[in-house]
């Protein structure tokens, strides 16, 4: 036990999955993300690999398990575990390849049928960086958010542009849902533990300023 929760300190742990099809640069995100790094030439996931991130948001410590795993079809196997307890998710296209915008709706729609809790999502556009062969405009991707309800942004992981910002919109998302459900329920953090989100400590949580979110360490690989 740490010594923040040996002095009554609260602790949230949330379980982020990142889909979308193949080569949208998935595991180039996570890996901006997580250790400011990138590589040219990372070659398709196999199977499932994740990283753990620590905020602090509004005094309390906040942990995403933030998974990747391959978009290629013959890797599906791996669906129903890879969605399990997930509480949030980025679904990511390349805004150079339009038919990776055109699946949007199917990840989407098999995100819903794994997922039975609230679920804060993020629709990605990334490589921006390529706006000479651009197929697909940020109205587009506005339109597909606002329809399904969606937060909305595009990012470069090549460049570092709005990669921490995408990632901790969806985390303080998924904090301020959770932080309500728990003023509102006694029998909420049951249901996150069988969710694989924990609570602890947490009987004073509730919903923080939107403004006060602090990025407070590193990847814990």
């Not at 300190?9 to 901006?32: H, M, P, T």
């Not at 990372?42 to 795993?69: H, M, N, P, R």
């Not at 390529?130 to 606002?146: M, P, T």
Request: charged content about 25%; some cysteine.
């Amino acid at each position: 036990m740490s010594d923040s929760e040996d002095e009554g300190g609260e602790e949230y742990l949330f379980k982020i999955v990142i889909i979308g099809d193949s080569a949208v640069g998935k595991s180039n995100l996570l890996s901006r993300y997580a250790r400011n790094e990138f590589n040219l030439h990372s070659k398709a996931t196999i199977g499932v690999e994740f990283q753990t991130q620590c905020l602090e948001i509004d005094s309390k410590e906040v942990k995403a398990q933030i998974w990747d795993t391959a978009g290629q079809e013959r890797f599906r196997a791996v669906t129903s575990a890879y969605y399990r307890g997930a509480v949030g998710g980025l679904i990511v296209y390349d805004i150079s390849r339009r038919s990776t915008f055109d699946s949007v709706g199917r990840w989407l729609d098999e995100l819903k049928s794994h997922c039975d809790t609230t679920v804060a999502l993020m629709l990605v556009g990334n490589k921006c960086d390529l706006e000479n062969i651009r197929a697909v405009s940020v109205e587009e991707g506005k339109r597909v958010a606002e329809a399904e309800g969606l937060f909305f942004m595009e990012t470069s992981a090549l460049e570092s542009t709005n990669v921490k910002t995408a990632f901790e919109i969806v985390i303080r998302e998924i904090y301020n849902n959770v932080s309500r459900k728990v003023l509102n329920s006694d029998t909420y953090k049951a249901e996150l533990s069988v969710n694989r989100v924990s609570l602890v400590n947490n009987a004073n949580a509730y919903a923080p300023p939107t403004s006060n979110l602090n990025h407070t360490c590193c990847s814990i690989n």
